[in-house]
T-cell receptor, first 116, second 107 residues
Framework: NAGVMQNPRHLVRRRGQEARLRCSPM?????VYWYRQLPEEGLKFMVY????????ESGMPKERFSAEFPKEGPSILRIQQVVRGDSAAYFC??????????????FGEGSWLTVV | AQRVTQPEKLLSVFKGAPVELKCNYS??????LFWYVQYSRQRLQLLLR??SRESIKGFTADLNKGETSFHLKKPFAQEEDSAMYYC?????????FGTGTRLQVFP
């Protein structure tokens, strides 16, 4: 099992461009979470998705950010018109099921976005 | 509101010294708590969770509901323990993380 795969690992964008971050969950996992880690801060929850559904987007900024998890293919976190404050590490995590105690969330290695 | 507090941003100790990384939480209900570790520029890895009552790499953590704490402890720190440590609380279907504590273990 290859684990949660994220790409690109590093992405540089100019202000105003779009950033697309991809996440392939672990095999057999149908639940995906995106977290953002700003410099010197902890991880902040952004969004939780199941296949073709957004379950909880309470942590997503209201503008410019969107996420999807299509029936086929990876989950994508899309940031439009990036600004310097979007520079951060974006971590994806997956789990087989959201319910019940003991379910473990597995993290990818993160995508580092730098906006210049 | 559900919250995880890690009061120390940085904890520095010498090799062989005891370590205690503090974590306090607020949660209405029965909490499910975790410790995650992040080595330099690597993915977060689950270190331990309170329901397992396990010891991983010499680390233990006990849930104290009276003090709403889940401190991470190790009696003798090793240099390879140097990393970021995050306490996390499961809230419905997502994890809420503390701001993390960087542990530096000097030789």
């Amino acid at each position: 099992n290859a684990g949660v795969m994220q790409n690109p690992r590093h992405l540089v964008r100019r202000r105003g461009q779009e950033a697309r971050l991809r996440c392939s969950p672990m095999k057999g996992h149908s639940h995906v979470y995106w977290y953002r880690q700003l410099p010197e801060e902890g991880l902040k929850f952004m969004v939780y998705l199941q296949k073709e559904n957004i379950i909880d987007e309470s942590g997503m900024p209201k503008e410019r950010f969107s996420a999807e998890f299509p029936k086929e293919g990876p989950s994508i976190l899309r940031i439009q018109q990036v600004v310097r404050g979007d520079s951060a590490a974006y971590f994806c995590a997956s789990s087989p099921s959201p319910t019940g105690t003991g379910n473990t969330i597995y993290f990818g290695e993160g995508s580092w976005l730098t906006v210049v | 509101a559900q919250r995880v507090t890690q009061p120390e941003k940085l904890l520095s100790v010498f090799k062989g010294a005891p370590v205690e990384l503090k974590c306090n939480y607020s949660y209405s209900g029965s909490p499910e708590l975790f410790w995650y570790v992040q080595y330099s520029r690597q993915r977060l890895q689950l270190l331990l969770r309170h329901i397992s009552r396990e010891s991983i790499k010499g680390f233990t953590a006990d849930l104290n509901k009276g003090e709403t704490s889940f401190h991470l402890k190790k009696p003798f720190a090793q240099e390879e323990d140097s990393a970021m440590y995050y306490c996390a609380l499961k809230n419905t279907d997502k994890l809420i993380f503390g701001t993390g504590t960087r542990l530096q273990v000097f030789p």
